[in-house]
């Protein structure tokens, strides 16, 4: 739904609450997705002048090509998409602090990671930011929600009303990030570029060399620039990459993408040309942005293991197989 894909949805009052959903609803079960973030750096150090054109004195990288940083608000290439990558992942932080142990997660960290932006979509964030309109909108968003996530932080996990109470903040500070586009708008264009960045050129199936081993990280990669060669059956547009897998023995297997640093899909397909899939998922593992599917294989047979991303989710993903109880 539209609220959930921004981060904010719809209480029955009407009133505007935080939501870890960032997707259009899932079809399997679904669970904790704020969208992908970077773990990048704050810029946090001055330029070195007013229009300067050398390298910031900060960590944020290259220097500005416009007027000096004024703090939070810097748009600069440097500045900014470190702010913003900040932004999320304290969110998120915030929001798994006392949720990430029901939602299947083991720490913090790992429900964290998943519910930000991937490290490995920090280019398409750049590029994104220097396409679209309004950023001022974004700067205003951003600096919205870190003081949500440190609003939550000092509630602390005991008091839904202070919780609620920060929440209440959020929603009466971004209406004052403006209108025709709000603040939502633009985050919704934003997110959407990075989405269609990420997808690279046509390429062959399958990906990489296959594989019949069993256990943890079977095949690791990244979706950033992949393909979208499997928008067919319950897989969609986002970049992909395809595995195939032979299974040394008889039985049932249970295949999943814990350890994946965004909010993964699932599908099994019997080869690169089928039309349709074995199987397929989107949040299989408790209640968390994982993916689980298991089948029934006899010795010697492959089938072609495809990772995506949920609506425009792309990152670095790991898929493990385990023989089935």
Known sequence: ??????????????????????????SAVDA???????????????????GDSGPDTGPGGP????????????????????????????????????????????SVAQCANVGAFSPSTRPCIAEALAEIDAVDRLECYVETQLDLSRCLQSAGCGSSPARMACEDAFARGIRTCGSSPSAEEVLFDFRSRVGACAVG????????????????????????????????????????????WTAPAAGRYTIDTVGSDYDTNLAVYGDCDAADAIVCNDDGVAR??????????????????????????????????????
Not at 12 to 17: E, I, M, Q
Not at 32 to 50: A, L, Y
Not at 64 to 74: A, I, K, L, Y
Not at 308 to 325: C, H, K, S, W
């Open 288 to 325: 968390t942005s994982y993916s689980s599917v298991t089948v029934d294989v006899t010795a010697g047979s492959s089938i072609l293991i495809v990772v995506e991303g949920f609506f425009l989710a792309a990152g670095n993903y790991t898929v493990n197989i385990q023989r089935a109880p």
């Open 63 to 106: 220097g500005d090509s416009g007027p000096g940083d004024s703090g939070p608000g810097d748009s600069g290439v440097d500045g900014f998409p470190a702010r913003l990558f900040d932004s999320f992942l304290e969110f998120s932080t915030a929001s798994c602090e006392c949720t990430f142990a029901t939602q299947g997660y083991e």
């Open 32 to 50: 904790v997705d704020s969208g992908n973030t970077d773990t990048g750096p704050r810029d946090t150090g001055p330029d070195t002048g007013p």
């Open 201 to 244: 050129p046509a390429s062959s199936c399958p990906d990489g060399d296959p594989s019949s081993a069993v256990g943890d990280d079977v095949f690791r990669g990244t979706t950033v620039g992949a393909s979208n060669g499997f928008e067919r059956g319950c897989t969609n547009r986002t970049p992909d990459r395809a595995h195939v």
């Open 1 to 26: 739904m539209a609220c959930a894909a921004l981060l904010v949805a719809c209480s029955d009052g009407g009133r505007p609450a935080i939501s870890t959903d960032a997707g259009f609803g899932d």
